[in-house]
């Protein structure tokens, strides 16, 4: 198993209740099995959704630091206590 810490900058934080949670997933794991983990919490899927539809800018993902495109979730592994951020670009708020 492989546990991903998530964290989320606004408005995200805000429909979660957290900053940040944890989400344990099979190993090997990518970005896409995360956010099907995050669409778990309470708020999550529809505040993450109404960015991803174009109702807004959409969130830019950050794996340990590095800038991923969202076409890249599907694609990008990650590992046991890797970082998961998730911020709109105009957002910010993660520390």
């Known amino acids: 198993m492989a546990t991903v810490r998530v964290k989320m900058g606004e408005p995200l934080w805000r429909a979660v ?7 344990t997933c099979p190993d090997p794991a990518t970005i896409a099995d995360v956010l099907v983990r995050l669409a778990e919490q309470p708020g999550f899927q ?34 046991d206590g890797d970082t998961l951020r998730i911020i709109l670009p105009i957002a910010g708020g993660l520390d």
């Open 46 to 79: 529809a505040a993450y959704e109404a960015h991803a539809t174009g109702q807004g800018p959409e969130y830019v993902l950050f794996l340990n630091d590095e800038a991923l495109p969202s076409t890249a979730a599907a694609i990008t592994s990650c590992a």
């Open 17 to 23: 209740g957290e900053r940040e949670v944890s989400v």
